[in-house]
């Protein structure tokens, strides 16, 4: 399988996630700016809204969105018991924190925040939506380990998505569950990989933009 991604985008909780399951991937990286390959290429053809992750299977087709391509990998390799068995309760809340990730702290708290051309108004906003939500995140981590019994591909996007705070001018010690989370995760060998690779990819496509 090969991951279309850009450096410490949502795209990492994949990465993660094949890391956590010593899978082989390969992995193309995508200009968050420019939306072309590391080739010169145009990323458009590939994901209509030039938004990352994508994920083209062993099979050769596309699929894209993080609830979608975690659930797929985590199935893919059951061995590692990143997601727990279609079908049962369990997998129902993965799937419900997986929504939750996606729509209530991805889009709605750190979309406006990192996005420089977002309004003053539109990042205030997002920061008074960000309590609710991260007390949410508070009441359940302060009671639990993982969002569910284990580690899940749910916790690689969540840490994924928590990566931003500091970017996006949150504080996470005003939620101390969620922060010792943040904190512990980041040191988990899979997440600590996969964020010294793309930082390190992210400083090199900072520095070529200057240079451009």
């Known amino acids: 399988m090969d991951l279309y991604f850009s450096p410490l985008a949502c795209s990492m909780a994949t990465r993660i996630s094949f890391y956590e399951a010593g ?12 939306k072309q390959l590391s080739d010169g290429s145009d990323f458009y053809p590939i994901s209509p809204l ?8 062993d099979e050769g087709w596309l699929l894209s969105e993080n609830t979608a391509i975690l659930p797929y990998v985590a199935d893919r390799y059951q061995a590692a018991r990143l997601a727990p068995v279609a079908g049962t309760p369990q997998r129902a809340r993965l ?3 997986l929504g939750f990730i996606s ?3 991805h889009k709605v708290v750190f979309v406006p925040l990192l996005d420089a051309r977002a309004p003053e108004d539109v990042k205030r906003y997002a920061r008074e939506k960000a309590d609710l939500r991260l007390s ?4 359940h981590l302060a009671q639990n380990e993982y969002l569910l019994d284990a580690f899940s591909v749910g916790d690689a996007y969540l840490v994924t998505v928590l990566n931003w705070a500091s ?8 939620w101390p569950a ?11 060998p899979s997440v600590a990989r996969a964020v010294a690779e793309e930082f390190a990819l992210y400083r090199e496509e900072v520095a070529k ?4």
Do not use: C, F, H
């Open 23 to 34: 899978a082989q991937a390969g992995y193309i990286q995508v200009d968050s700016q420019s």
């Open 167 to 174: 970017y996006g001018g949150i504080d996470l010690s005003q």
């Open 136 to 139: 949410v995140l508070q009441k």
């Open 50 to 57: 030039g938004q990352v992750p994508v994920l083209r299977t």
């Open 103 to 105: 729509t209530e702290l």
């Open 209 to 212: 933009r200057a240079k451009s």
């Open 178 to 188: 969620v922060a010792d989370y943040y904190k512990r995760l980041m040191q988990r």
């Open 95 to 97: 799937q419900q924190w």
